[in-house]
């Protein structure tokens, strides 16, 4: 097994989750992007799924972090950090990366774009190449990104919506808007305080948004408990929602993914529209996932919407896709980097 090994490696470094591709193996990794760390020494405590296990329950030498936030590095000594552990976790004799390709959010400025390259070149790597997540999320579900035909993309990850037409091995218009999954895990939080008086953690929410959560009404209306702390009282308390007030809490987050789309429809040239109107559009990333979201954008587009095979690791896919063909695929780097 030796013989295959390959230190090339696709990173979706996601505001949620950090997925990795190896060259010869598919995605070997996928934990969430959170580090736990101690604010004294700045070593970090665990990683992923580990350090997820923690929020909200740290002492106070320990703090829980997202290091990505909007789909950009928000700490980037710790952004450094996680990938560093993460890479020695896919194998304990890892050695520094030749090559790595990392996917970057469409609308991120030059800034953000060095950060990346540098926590890459930080954790290892020899060279880096950068890819837009929408181009990468397309070259994942198997869409041909060098016809010339437009292809349209929705890829909603934890904090960034990335909507783009592709043609030609290019991006012809996209809309990058930094309201996804994380906004309506946050929307839900601001609901429970607002219309019942209970502060609820992060995990709760999100546990509530995966059980319940809708962008359309369902034939199955369902009731869930959620516990959380009193405001007024400062007790713990518990309360029974329905998926109506869910989908009344969610509904800002999803009006601004709606509104974006359709003004990228706006943008799309005459000739790409009709393609459009043949092909579809596609929905990648977790957000994709969100029950009735594909049918309320079918039906607000009068488009025909699906939802990928795989949503989750579609963006992972496409990067480890370029990675193994980066000659065939240099005009994508190219022109979804834009530099």
């Not at 790595?100 to 290892?124: F, L, W, Y």
């Amino acid at each position: 097994m030796l013989g295959f090994f390959s230190n090339d490696i696709a990173i979706d470094l996601g505001t949620a989750n950090t997925l990795i591709w190896m060259k010869g193996k598919g995605v070997v990794l996928n934990e969430p992007s959170i580090v736990a760390f101690d604010r004294t020494t700045k070593k970090i405590v665990a990683i992923g799924h580990e350090a997820q296990a923690m929020i909200g329950k740290t002492h106070r030498d320990i703090r829980t972090i997202r290091p990505l936030k909007d789909g950009v590095i928000a700490d980037f000594e710790i952004a450094e950090g996680m990938l560093r552990a993460f890479i020695r976790q896919i194998s304990p004799t890892w050695q520094p990366a030749r090559r790595i390709v990392v996917c970057v959010p469409s609308g991120i400025t030059e800034v953000e774009k060095r950060a990346v390259r540098d926590s890459a070149e930080h954790a290892g790597a020899k060279e880096v190449h950068l890819i837009a997540e929408p181009m990468a999320a397309a070259i994942g579900i198997g869409l041909d990104v060098e016809a010339p035909v437009g292809n349209m993309i929705i890829d909603i990850g934890g904090g960034t919506t990335e909507i783009a037409v592709i043609a030609l091995s290019g991006i012809v218009n996209d809309e990058s808007i930094r309201i996804a999954g994380d906004e309506m895990t946050n929307a839900i939080v601001q609901y429970f305080k607002k219309h019942h008086n209970i502060l609820i953690g992060e995990r709760t929410a999100e546990a509530i948004k995966h059980q319940v959560g809708s962008a359309m009404p369902l034939n199955e209306e369902i009731q869930v408990e959620v516990r959380g702390r009193d405001l007024v009282a400062g007790i713990p308390r518990m309360t029974t929602v329905t998926r109506a007030e869910i989908r009344d809490a969610l509904a800002e987050p999803i009006l601004a993914i709606v509104e974006a789309v359709k003004l990228s429809l706006e943008r799309t040239p005459p000739e790409l529209s009709a393609d459009i109107l043949e092909r579809g559009i596609m929905l990648t990333g977790g957000g994709g996932l969100l029950r009735g979201l594909d049918e309320r954008i079918r039906r607000e587009t009068s488009l025909p919407v699906f939802v990928a095979d795989d949503p989750l690791t579609a963006v992972a896919r496409g990067t480890g896709k370029v990675l193994e063909n980066l000659p065939l695929y240099s005009q994508v780097l190219i022109k979804s980097r834009r530099y």
